[in-house]
């Protein structure tokens, strides 16, 4: 297929400014029990071929599943009667520079997710329900897997032409108790589709799904009847998890550079940061190091090249609490002069076109210690763990976040169970407020599913590497 | 783009390939999506795509493999796999799908728009052109998403069902002012792109950026709010999910669990998922090939119907069926939901009219980044976005800093005052996957107690 698309490519140079064309084949299997039941297996392949060219600075792509030479030419023409029939744009800012990326990759995976049988990971999942299983108040019981195997090849007219192999696995569990009016819900090892890492099936079984089911339930069973969380200003543990979600909308959003140009204000919004603010805006206390890493093992934003065939990096967003860099790519490093692109374009199947996509945007290890060590340092305040609801404005600027569990913390000593916390803020007062992160044993890798952004929407899947982090002054609720 | 005949032919063939208790759904689409931002073209989007997707069913259990390719060994090998699928489940033993739905005949609809079907994908282009006229004319800085589609689905089945669909949709948004400033908001939703007026929709979203003077800020406090028709189906698309879905309902999880029959909202309220509404985005069947029949869900106030695919309503038990409201061929873990909600207009002629008896409230055109807090209180939380205005001794007094608002939509339904007469389709879809247009119905109307509960 490579070969097809260079030569596409070179039929393209001297029809447009720029082209390139990514052919994409995904496979995809998914499986749930609920309930007991087995329900919902499903599988699916996928293939096509993206173009997409830049005419007077205008940009036009077309896919198609048909991945003939004819069918390319066919999708070339489309992307550039397309590019052609959009309004002018003189002056458009050329494309940052980047060498011809040449090659090929392939993330790790050890255990090929295809190749185990149906009856293993079904069994594997049988067993985590049953051990949810036991308490009538617990209304919905669901185990999942997760298996995705995605294979590219990209040319350009700039001389681009490799191959890239993506393993993607994953697992859940989640227990929702219900007792009159007060429903509660518990995930493990995380919300949102559970904990997915670009490897084998070697990570599903380390999830040890069933091994946690019973403590999974009896927590949602116990959450019914728990105080609900004291409201006030109060200082907070949250758990690795929830330091990923707050990372990836308060600060990986809020530093795509296409965002902060505008480029997204008719959908995704844009960015309380602008591009003038790199190198001196305080973004939040000396304990905020956030580093933009495409090179980290098992991260599903981890990469040989971007979508625009850019070599994956790994560069500082924030040091030391201050703005040093922002996700770019090829086109807005142009636009603001940067010397080449962050390597952050990446699109959603052969379909849908690049944006900028967070990397792997990891909160880097502190001196805190574990959990245990944060919490010992806080006389008064709460525990929140596992995110269960998001929401924040269309700048990044203003969150509010809930959890599904709570738990005091008195005398430096983790306490008894809260229930319906929700906290809010603004983002840099937020992460001014950062008082102390984990240290690299409490440190761990977080992948999600579900990014969404751009029209025609895109979900990307990105990890987050996170420990647990203390914050001082927090406005916390109850959603009661 | 593939002909209604040439999907059946597949989704026949794929039936065969499966053999025994099978259904397959062949669906392809067209569409063009252009977008602007700071005036300028951004990305412009042509897709060509087809799926067919194939349920196995074996002994109470389901097996679903999707197909990119029409051909027969592309139908074969994904009806191989759902087999085998179906099959490794059954080693479990039985499972509870109750089995494929019988035939039945769905009613015709006037859904489908030949001439967008047809469209150039540089008429994209033009469309952009005539949106940045109106704002040079007003000088005034635009970001707009045009996009249209086409899209064509045939489903059969081994119970005899034979039926075939199509539906277009156009889309236009606009987000008019400075990226540092106030900026407004104007959309519309249709089948056909020639009934949306793009420069009257981009001058409706400059009208509401250029409101004079300084933004007021208004406090943490419930306030009395009219809520354009965007905010509405924002709020009404949530509670489709955290109301109506039959399977959760049936599980204790929903928000009218053990409440059907009571009194939820206002007197006023009737809402109802209805296909063929005049306005609305129609469709003939759902991803089960079961007919969409209207059914009512408020009715005067008062909770009467959820949803159900064929899965849910076998849960539901008691003799229940399928409502036509399957999204996937055999039932999403999600379970199923309205995609065709009308809520039915009041008595206001305007917006103005129900601004007229509000001392001090708020005007919202629309909220974003809505998502449940406690969804079985239909509990939501989200911010207001482009167009919130100070509302003063009954008219719109000037521009006001965006809120968040932490609410339950039933308990805004129960506060709510008014509506306006005439209801208009909002679309609310982002077109995440495969293209499946859908929308909400709907009028503005007045509330009291809107929950405040920060400022942004």
Known sequence: MLDALVDLMDAAASRCAYADARWVDRSRESASVVDGAIEAIGVSDEEGIGVRVRVDGAWGFAATQDVSRAGLEGGLRRALALAEGQPRRPGAAPLAPVGPARGSWEGPCAVDPFGVSLEEKLGLLLAADEAMAGDARIARRR???????????????????????????????????????????????????????????????????????????????????APPCPAGPTTVVLGSEQVALQLHESIGHALELDRMLGSEAAYAGTSWVAPDDVGSLRYGSDALNVVADATLPGGLGTYGWDD?????????????????????????????????????????????????????????PGDGGTLEDLVSGVDEGLYLETNRSWSIDDRRLHFQFATELTREIRGGELGGLRRNAVYAGVTPRFWASLDAVGSAEAWRVHGLLNCGKGEPGQLAHVSHGTAPARFVGVDVRTAE | ???????????????????????????????????????????????????????????????????????????????????????????????????????????????????????????????????????????VELAATWTAGAVTEAVASSRGLEATDAVTDAQFKAVAGPLAG??????????????????????????????????????????TVVLGPDAVAELLDLLGAMAFDGRAHAEGRGALSGRLGQRVAAPGISLSDSVRFPGTLPRAFDAEGVPKAPIPL??????????????????A?????????????????????????????????????????????????????????????????????????????????????????????????????????????????????????????????????FRVTAAV
Request: with cysteine; proline share 4%; net charge neutral.
């Open chain 2, 182 to 223: 106030p900026r407004g908001y104007a959309a519309r939703t249709a089948v056909g792109a020639g009934a949306i007026d793009v420069a009257a929709v981009a001058h409706e979203a400059i009208g509401r950026a250029s409101s004079r003077g300084r933004p007021v800020a208004i406090g943490c406090n419930e306030v």
């Open chain 2, 298 to 315: 408020i009715q005067d106030g008062v909770a009467h119907r959820v949803v159900h695919d064929v899965r849910s309503a076998a849960r």
């Open chain 1, 308 to 364: 625009e065939g850019v070599p994956a990096r790994r560069f500082r967003l924030v040091e030391g609490g201050r703005l040093v860099a922002t996700l770019s790519s090829r086109e807005t490093a142009g636009a603001t002069g940067l010397g080449g692109s962050g390597g952050a374009m990446r699109a959603d199947g052969f379909a849908r076109q690049p944006l900028v996509r967070m990397t792997n945007v990891s909160l880097e």
């Open chain 2, 317 to 449: 038990g008691g003799g229940q069926a399928s409502t036509g409201h399957a999204t996937t061929p055999g039932g999403a873990v999600a379970g199923p939901g309205p995609r065709n909600l009308v809520l039915a207009g009041g008595g206001a002629t305007n917006e103005a009219e129900l601004a007229a008896p509000v001392e001090r409230g708020l005007y919202v055109t629309r909220l974003w980044y809505l998502n449940p807090v406690r969804a079985k209180e239909t509990l939501v939380t989200g911010v207001t976005r482009e167009g919130t205005f100070l509302i003063e001794d009954g008219r719109i007094a000037g521009p006001a800093h965006e809120v968040r608002v932490t609410d339950s939509v039933l308990r805004l339904l129960s506060a709510t005052e008014a509506l306006t007469r005439q209801p208009r389709l909002v679309g609310t879809t982002q077109f995440y996957g495969p293209r499946f247009a859908h929308g909400v119905v709907c009028p503005a109307l007045r509330a009291s107690g």
């Open chain 1, 143 to 225: 185990a999942s897997t997760v298996a995705e195997r995605t294979v590219k090849a990209f040319a350009s007219t700039d001389g681009a032409a490799c191959e890239q192999a993506f393993t993607e696995c994953g697992g859940a569990i989640v227990a929702v108790a219900v007792e009159g009016g007060e429903l509660q819900v518990r995930s493990f090892p995380s919300a949102h589709d559970g904990d997915v890492a670009q490897a084998g099936w070697e990570h599903v079984r380390a999830l040890d799904l069933p091994g946690h089911g019973a403590r999974v339930a009896d927590e949602a069973v116990a959450l019914l009847s």
């Open chain 2, 1 to 139: 783009m593939r002909s209604a005949d040439e999907l059946l032919d597949a989704a026949r063939r794929g039936v065969r390939a499966a053999g025994g208790e099978a259904l397959a759904r062949a669906v392809g689409e067209r569409s063009v999506t252009a977008r602007l931002a700071r005036s300028a073209p951004t990305q412009a989007t042509d897709v060509e795509r087809v799926r067919v997707e194939i349920l196995c069913v074996r002994d109470g259990h389901t097996g679903l493999a999707v197909a990119t390719g029409l051909d027969d060994a592309a139908l074969a090998a994904a009806a191989r796999r759902a087999h085998d699928v179906a099959a490794a489940a059954g080693h479990a033993g039985p499972g509870d799908f109750p089995g494929l739905p019988a035939p039945a005949v769905a009613r015709g609809h006037d859904g489908f728009d030949a001439a967008t079907a047809a469209l150039d994908a540089r008429h994209a282009g033009g469309e952009l052109g005539a949106a940045l006229a109106e704002s040079e004319r007003a000088g």
